[in-house]
């Protein structure tokens, strides 16, 4: 018997690390190599970023009509599969059917799709926003970014410090 080379689950942490990846599993970006993405012009990373997401926002509802559909059916066999079971306890009094198997899968797999259909949601409500500030972005809106920038290179506090503090001063007042 050969012994096996590789160890883990998948054949991502068999790869070596090498630039910027992508965390979606699904159109992978091309890597890029830290020096690649230092000379970037401002704009043109801006302007890649937002054809992604414009990109990502038409898959968007396919997508998510495919998880609308799942969650359905989910919901149609775990309901059946609970009358199954409801049906042969009172016929056989037995926990131990074979329909209580059914209903705890089919139960797990309705869990499943609710969470895949709250995630679809959730990406196209996370896209929806993120198109809006890019566009944004594109037609000049880096104001706040400079203003920032700038008052933190002169010495001033981080947006995060500035932030935080209005936490405590809100909390120290109430």
Do not use: C
Request: hydrophobic share 35%; aromatic share 6%; charged share 30%.
């Amino acid at each position: 018997m050969k012994p096996r080379e590789f160890r883990g689950s998948s054949l991502s942490r068999q790869m070596a690390r090498h630039g910027v990846v992508s965390f979606t599993l699904k159109n992978p970006a091309e890597s890029m190599a830290s020096e690649d993405i230092l000379n970037a012009a401002p704009e043109a990373v801006v302007r890649a970023i937002l054809r992604r997401r414009e990109r990502l926002a038409k898959e968007l509802p396919q997508a998510l009509q495919q998880r609308h559909e799942e969650n359905d059916r989910a919901y149609a066999l775990t309901k059946q599969a609970k009358q199954d079971h409801e049906a042969s306890l009172q016929d056989k009094g037995d926990d131990n059917d074979p329909s209580a198997a059914v209903y705890a899968e089919n139960e797990a797999f309705r869990r499943r799709t609710v969470s895949r259909l709250w995630t679809a949601k959730h990406a196209s409500a996370d896209t929806v926003e993120a198109l809006a500030f890019w566009k944004e972005m594109t037609e000049g809106g880096w104001g706040h970014l400079l203003e920032d920038a700038k008052r933190v290179e002169a010495g001033g506090p981080s947006s995060y410090a500035l932030k935080k503090r209005t936490t405590i001063d809100t909390e120290e007042s109430v």
